[in-house]
Every structure is written in structure tokens, then in C-alpha cells.
């Protein structure tokens, strides 16, 4: 997850002879050569034959293998591609039969998908470049993960295969019956794994109480199913069938796996399925031959054979928490074993030496006592297993997703052990009931539209068990601290917090003399976590009476195609420009507010609005209602009556204005004529005395001319390109006016219109100016200080890692 880079294939022989010579006198290192040539292999099979520099319209057979979301007119779903391997030479050929790959496909009111059937589909396809900025999603790192390659749109398809699998003969049976309970979009994400049916405000409420997961069809589900089908099997084979023979338990084992592999098969086997799968099944092959009989062995080679199999599987989250809760759960066992061992040995001492008789009614209490110890030592197991374990993912939860949210803990540690005992298991044995009830009825001839009043009998346990579950949920959205977001400080603070509490799990380890040194060294894994907190409330450092020294910055967000620039001091800032929106998506929401989340940024003074252009305003109602006492700026505004009751104060886009130590001044408008919207943006100059920066939204050649026609002082260090690089702006004369060391185009890689122009490029190449754009380089953050100002770029700098780096697929132009 660490490196910069992946081997060139060109490269690999070499590394495999270094392998091969290294495996006898330095097998570690022949371990390490293995994994990065395996890794490197896989990508460049994975991403092979891509396509031109421009996005094209391309050809192909495909699967359908899941539906990710849909809306009245659009439809989101992954399709398996099928090769035409044939029409390759030998070693392409069988990378492309070997390595599964994925596209991520829209369409606009389709007929009706179903899960299995093939398709030959006409698209526009591009590349998985996502945007990048601290705090925000990465989509791309997850597309890798999922073997997801490029995404498009589709414009045409045929259907080539009608056959429709039995999993979506099941589900159509099944679906009508579970749409009438009202938790039936749980049990159809519990029995499927189709969440298509889960509403926003679901979401919204799984995503605050952190219990996704246990909708999610995971490790923790195969494993309660596994579990479930060998009690079965135990329980008949010694009270049904008296069967005494020692293979029972194999049997009972291989039995409750087909069951399990059923479940996988019912659920679409997803990526992090198939992972689970793997894993459940290694190590019960691994008991089984009872090969590396030590759990942590087991353990250990299931997680090798899980990354041999799919080495991309450690960019998702999955892998982690799926590992992590197995690895607490046998650190809790083991220590729970641990502190339980000499109580028992001395019980069973005292009943060797002295064996008194019992006669009935003696005997019946001592059993009762075993069975109540039985009892009060698994609660006692399950306490410490659950605690452990709601701390640990509650913490990892929070080191990979950015945010934790409190509640999480205390609700995991109810649901968990509910979904395991109670939900789950009756789901499943539902759903059993159900299926040999359709055999049943199928077989006999029976009509089978009265197996849904059948199956609304099964399945009313199944939902009544779910009740407890939506009521926390609605409870959540009354909970104060719902969602905390983290700062990048604070994740630090909380990833050495996390090692501190791994090391206390192994405090039973550590010898008496040693134990100073264990505490010493715990103490100083959670100093970081109190600096962070204390500097976060300024208690530690706080704040200067004079802002005007303080250092600040300028961060320009990669929101695509638009404009989102945020200026910062402290905690402080001010925000120039939203972003598009397009519906329900925002790219305030999903770029902005986890930005400012990351870098602490709690209260935004002003919003500054250049002009009401979708992809410079789109996001400003998502911003007003985070930071209601934000002052608006903007002149497209000012006469509206359009804004709420509840609107902040609204100011023009003229005047100065002195904000902690930088002064901002807008430029007014001096053309004579009423113009287009492009021209009317707010151009606005900031200063801090030492070093200057342009903002100019979207203005063209007249509003340029005006500018340098009116002697304004427009000079600044850095520019933020007009129009994202439009032959429309950009004239040689504004150029020369504002002689910038550093131009910032704020256009989106591969962006329909094809900003920027390339002969704009040259124009400002041609004066020595330095050339970033968002859309390549992804968020850029400037640092100013007394003497100069250091620019940083997220691909480059902040996160430079393979998978953050550009997938080329080119640009479709279209017509300004």
C-alpha cells in the first residue's frame, strides 16, 4: 500500500533470477522479490490493452454480475468482461482467461438487467482516474481492489444470453414476499446480499451507528452459517442417529461447508465474498489434514493463500477488519483460557483427591452448578471477545474511513452477538424452510402463488428479530455526536493508540522485569492522541493575539470539472467556489466537507460565489447548511429572492476585506455592458503583503480587456486560470498583466470539453510560468509563510502511491 510504484514488466525477469538465486541463502528476501513480482504481474495483466489517449466507443461481450445503485432514469451496475482470448498471442491470451476484469457501467433507462444474463454492449469507456484530495473518497484505490478497470457509459446493447440464473429465479420467488415486511430490505441484503433495496435514510442511519457491516454479506455471516449447519449436524448425529464413528465431526465439517458455499453462491459471490470463502475454507482444509495445527498458523498461511490468490485485496478495507476481528477474537480466547486455567486445574485437583457420592438429587445440583459455570464462563468468553472487538474495529473503522462514530461501540457490542445468535441464524433457517417448501410445492404440481402466504408465515420471525435492530437505528438519528470526522493529527494520535492497545493484549507475555519499560513505552504510543486533542482546543498552543503573523494556506480542491478553492488559517476559513452538483450528488458533499473534516477547518467566515454556473455554485446550498453562520459573497445573489428565511448575510463582490492577516479585494467589474454570466464572475485578489494570488472564476477576453484597459493592479504570484483554460480567456495581454510564477488550471482529467487547450498550455509555458492542473495532479495545497510559499499536489506529494496515479484514457472534446 506503501509504494510509489510497480515493477515495468520489463523488469520482472530480472527480478525473478534474483529470486530464484536468493532462495537459498536468503529466503526472506526471495519472499519479498515473489511478492512484488506478483503483484506487478497481476496489474499489468489486469490493466492490459488499454485503450487510445481518447476515450472511445468500444464493443464488447459482458456478464452482468451486480447492481450497484439505480434512480428513475439511471441504472448502475459491474459487468464481467468476456475475451475474445483468440485473437491474442499466447501469453496475453492467458492472462486474459486467468485474470477477472471488471467494468463499472451506467445506463439511461435500460430494459430490464438481471444478475447473470450476457450482454453485447456498446459504450463510452474511460479510465478509473478519480478525483484526489485529503480526507475524500478514493474511488479508483477501490476500483482496483474490485478488479474494476475502466467505467462508461453505455449507448446501445443487445442481449445475447436470456437464461437466467437459479440465485435470480430464487430472488424473483422470493422478492414479493419479503417486500411486504418492513424490515424486507434488510433480509434481502442478509439472504442476497442485494442492497439496491436499502434506502438513503438506511444508509445514512448504517453509516452513523457503524453497523454496515452486519448488512454486508462478510466473513462474520459465512462464519455464523458455518457454524450453524455443523451444530445441526453434531446435534443429529449424536441424538438421531447414535452415530459414534470418530469422522463424524469431518463430516459434520464438510457438510456445514457446502451449506456455507451455497450461502456464497446465493449472495452473487462478491470479491470480499469469495475472500471470506477462501479463507473459512483454508482453514478448514487446514484442520481437517490437520496440517499446521496451531491456530496462529492457521491464520498466518489463510491470509497468504487469501493475497496469493488476489494481492489487490489489501487496498479495501475488507481484509483488514475481516483479519483484524480474527486475530482479537483468538487473542481473547487465548487470554480468557489463560486466566481461566488454574481455577479449573484446582477444581479438578480437589475432585480427584476426594470423590464423595452423590445420590439424586445431589447430583442433579451439581450438574445444575456445571451447567450454570458452562454458562457464566461462554458469557464471561463472549464479554471479552465483544469488547475487544468494538474497540478494535471501532478504532480501525476510524483510521480507514477518516471518521468514527461513537455510538458504535456500545451498538456493536449489542448487535454483533444479536446477529450472530438470533438474526442470522433465523434468516438462514428461514430461507431453508422457504426453499424446501417451493421444492416441496414444485414437485407436487402445487400452484405456487400461495407459497408468498406460506412464506410470510416463515419469514415473521426473521422480521420480528430485526425490529430491535431499525429501532436503534431510528434512535441513532436523535444521538447527539453522531459522526465524528478526524483530523489528519488525530488519525496519526489514533494509529498509535491502536498499537498501544495491541501491545496490552500481549501484557500477560511480558516478564516481571520488563513490565516498566511495557508501561513506558504504552504511555508513550498515547501521547501523540492527547497532543493532537489539546492543540485541537487550542489548549496547548493557543491562538496569538496577532493573526496577521500567523502562517495560512491555499488549498484548490479537485472537484472535476469545476472550482472549489479553500483559504485557511488555523481553523478558520474561507471557501471560494462549491463545485457542480448534479441531483443527489454534490461534490461539496463529497469532496469539500471531508477536506475541511481533515484538516480541522470547523468554521468557515465567508463563502465567496464567483458567479451561478453549475460547476462554480453547484454545491453552495450543502455548505450553507453545514456552516449556517458563513457570510455569503456574491453579486448574482444579492437582488434574489430566492434564498431561505434562514440565509446568512449576503454581501457584494466588492470593497476590501481584511481577514486574519490577508487582505482580500474585489476587483469590480469596469466593463459597460451588460455581459454574460462568464464575465460577471467575482475576481478577487488576496495578499498577505509578501506573496499574492488572482482568483478569476470564469472570465473571458472582454472582462480581461477591461482589467488591463483600467489600470488595475491585478499582478499576483499565482493565477488561478479563467474558464479552466478556454480559448475564450487567457489573452496575452492579461497573461503579461499578471506575470504569474504559478498558473493552476482547474479542469478535470479528461474532461469533455477538453480544457485545457493546448495552444493556452503554451501560451503560458511560453512565459516561464509553472503549470499545474487539478485534474492531473489532484488537490493542491500552497503554504504560505514570511519569506515565500511551497506548493504541494496530492498524487505527487501527499499520497504518492501507485494506485493514486492516473489511468489514461483521454478526453472527448465537444464544442465550447
Not at 247 to 272: D, H, N, P, R
Not at 430 to 438: D, N, P, Q, R
Not at 748 to 768: A, E, H, V
Request: glycine share 6%; aromatic share 12%; proline share 4%.
Amino acid at each position: 500500500m506503501l509504494w510509489p510504484s510497480l515493477v515495468p514488466i520489463g523488469w520482472l525477469p530480472i527480478l525473478f533470477l534474483a529470486m530464484v538465486l536468493c532462495l537459498r541463502k536468503g529466503p526472506l528476501m526471495a519472499g519479498c522479490l515473489f511478492a512484488v513480482i506478483w503483484l506487478s504481474l497481476l496489474f499489468h495483466c489486469l490493466f492490459m490493452h488499454q485503450y487510445a489517449e481518447k476515450s472511445q466507443q468500444i464493443e464488447f461481450k459482458a456478464q452482468i454480475v451486480s447492481l450497484v445503485s439505480q434512480n428513475r432514469d439511471w441504472i448502475s451496475f459491474d459487468v464481467r468482461v468476456i475475451n475474445q482470448a483468440d485473437q491474442y498471442a499466447f501469453f496475453e491470451a492467458l492472462a486474459l482467461n486467468n485474470v477477472q476484469r471488471y467494468y463499472r457501467l451506467t445506463w439511461q433507462k435500460p430494459d430490464k438487467i438481471v444478475i447473470g444474463q450476457t450482454w453485447l454492449f456498446s459504450a463510452k469507456v474511460k479510465g478509473i482516474s478519480s478525483i484526489q484530495n485529503q480526507g475524500g473518497f478514493n474511488q479508483q484505490k477501490q476500483f482496483i481492489s474490485q478488479h474494476i478497470i475502466a467505467k462508461g457509459r453505455v449507448k446501445r446493447a443487445e442481449l445475447l444470453s436470456h437464461s437466467m440464473s437459479v440465485r435470480q429465479q430464487v430472488i424473483d420467488a422470493l422478492s414479493p414476499t419479503l417486500a411486504q415486511f418492513a424490515q424486507g430490505d434488510i433480509l434481502q441484503a442478509l439472504i442476497f446480499g442485494d442492497k439496491s433495496g436499502l434506502s438513503a435514510i438506511r444508509w445514512q442511519q448504517l453509516r452513523q451507528t457503524g453497523a454496515g457491516h452486519l448488512v454486508a454479506i462478510s466473513g462474520l455471516h459465512l462464519s455464523v452459517v458455518f457454524g450453524l449447519f455443523y451444530a445441526i449436524m453434531i446435534v443429529l448425529s449424536r441424538y438421531a442417529f447414535s452415530w459414534q464413528h470418530l469422522g463424524k465431526i469431518q463430516l459434520a465439517m464438510v457438510i456445514a461447508a457446502l451449506f456455507t458455499f451455497g450461502y456464497g453462491y446465493l449472495s452473487g459471490f462478491a470479491v470480499a465474498t469469495q475472500r471470506a470463502l477462501l479463507m473459512l475454507f483454508l482453514l478448514l482444509i487446514f484442520s481437517l489434514i490437520k496440517q499446521f495445527s496451531h491456530h496462529w498458523d492457521r491464520l498466518v498461511y489463510a491470509l497468504f493463500f487469501v493475497l496469493l490468490v488476489d494481492p489487490f485485496a489489501s487496498l479495501g478495507a475488507g481484509l483488514w477488519l475481516s483479519f483484524g476481528a480474527l486475530v482479537i477474537i483468538l487473542l481473547a480466547v487465548k487470554s480468557t483460557t489463560v486466566d481461566q486455567q488454574p481455577m479449573l486445574g484446582s477444581d479438578h485437583v480437589n475432585q480427584s483427591i476426594d470423590v464423595p457420592k452423590f445420590d439424586m438429587t445431589e447430583r442433579c445440583i451439581q450438574k445444575a452448578k456445571q451447567v450454570k459455570d458452562k454458562i457464566l464462563h461462554g458469557l464471561s468468553v463472549l464479554w471479552s471477545i465483544q469488547w475487544r472487538l468494538a474497540l478494535f474495529l471501532g478504532g480501525l473503522q476510524g483510521i480507514l474511513f477518516g471518521g468514527i462514530s461513537p455510538h458504535s461501540i456500545w451498538l456493536n457490542m449489542l448487535l454483533v452477538p444479536w446477529f450472530s445468535l438470533v438474526v442470522i441464524p433465523l434468516t438462514i433457517l428461514s430461507f431453508c424452510l422457504w426453499l424446501v417448501a417451493l421444492c416441496v410445492m414444485w414437485l407436487l404440481g402445487i400452484d405456487l402463488v400461495s407459497l408468498q402466504s406460506l412464506g410470510l408465515m416463515i419469514f415473521q420471525w426473521a422480521n420480528i428479530s430485526l425490529e430491535p435492530f431499525a429501532w436503534l437505528l431510528q434512535l441513532s438519528d436523535h444521538l447527539p455526536l453522531k459522526q465524528l470526522a478526524l483530523t489528519e493529527q488525530e488519525l496519526a494520535g489514533l494509529l498509535f493508540v491502536f498499537f498501544a492497545i495491541i501491545l496490552l493484549m500481549f501484557r500477560g507475555y511480558v516478564p516481571n522485569n520488563r513490565k516498566l519499560a511495557f508501561r513506558l513505552l504504552v504511555a508513550v504510543l498515547m501521547l501523540p492522541i492527547i497532543v493532537s486533542k489539546l492543540v485541537t482546543h487550542q489548549i496547548l498552543f493557543p491562538p496569538s493575539s496577532s493573526s496577521r503573523s500567523a502562517p495560512w494556506q491555499l488549498h484548490v480542491i479537485d472537484v472535476a470539472q469545476g472550482m472549489a478553492v479553500v483559504l485557511q488559517q488555523g481553523q478558520h476559513g474561507i471557501i471560494y467556489d462549491t463545485g457542480a452538483a448534479y441531483g443527489d450528488f454534490s461534490y461539496a458533499q463529497r469532496a469539500i466537507l471531508p477536506f475541511l473534516a481533515s484538516k480541522g477547518i470547523r468554521y468557515i467566515d465567508y463563502i465567496v460565489v464567483s458567479h451561478d454556473d453549475n460547476d462554480h455554485a453547484g454545491g453552495l446550498n450543502v455548505l450553507l447548511d453545514k456552516f449556517p453562520q458563513a457570510t455569503l459573497i456574491a453579486d448574482f445573489l444579492t437582488s434574489a429572492s430566492t434564498l431561505p428565511e434562514s440565509s446568512p448575510a449576503v454581501q457584494a463582490c466588492e470593497g476590501e476585506l481584511h481577514w486574519r492577516g490577508v487582505q482580500l479585494t474585489f476587483i469590480s467589474n469596469h466593463l459597460t455592458t451588460k455581459s454574460n454570466d462568464n464575465n460577471q464572475s467575482c475576481v478577487v485578489k488576496l495578499s498577505d503583503g509578501q506573496s499574492s494570488v488572482l482568483l478569476t472564476g470564469d472570465i473571458e477576453a472582454p472582462r480581461e480587456q477591461a482589467l488591463v484597459a483600467a489600470n488595475v493592479d491585478i499582478q499576483a504570484d499565482i493565477l488561478l486560470v479563467p474558464h479552466h483554460g478556454s480559448r475564450t480567456s487567457s489573452t496575452p495581454a492579461f497573461i503579461d498583466n499578471v506575470n504569474p510564477r504559478l498558473a493552476i488550471f482547474t479542469a478535470g482529467f479528461s474532461n469533455q470539453y477538453g480544457f485545457p487547450k493546448l495552444d493556452i498550455l503554451t501560451r503560458y509555458q511560453q512565459r516561464d510560468c509553472k503549470i499545474l492542473q487539478t485534474g492531473h495532479v489532484g488537490q493542491i495545497s500552497i503554504n504560505f509563510t514570511h519569506n515565500d510559499y511551497y506548493v504541494t499536489t496530492y498524487r505527487q506529494k501527499m499520497a504518492p502511491f501507485w494506485y493514486n496515479r492516473l489511468f489514461r484514457f483521454g478526453e472527448s472534446l465537444k464544442a465550447e
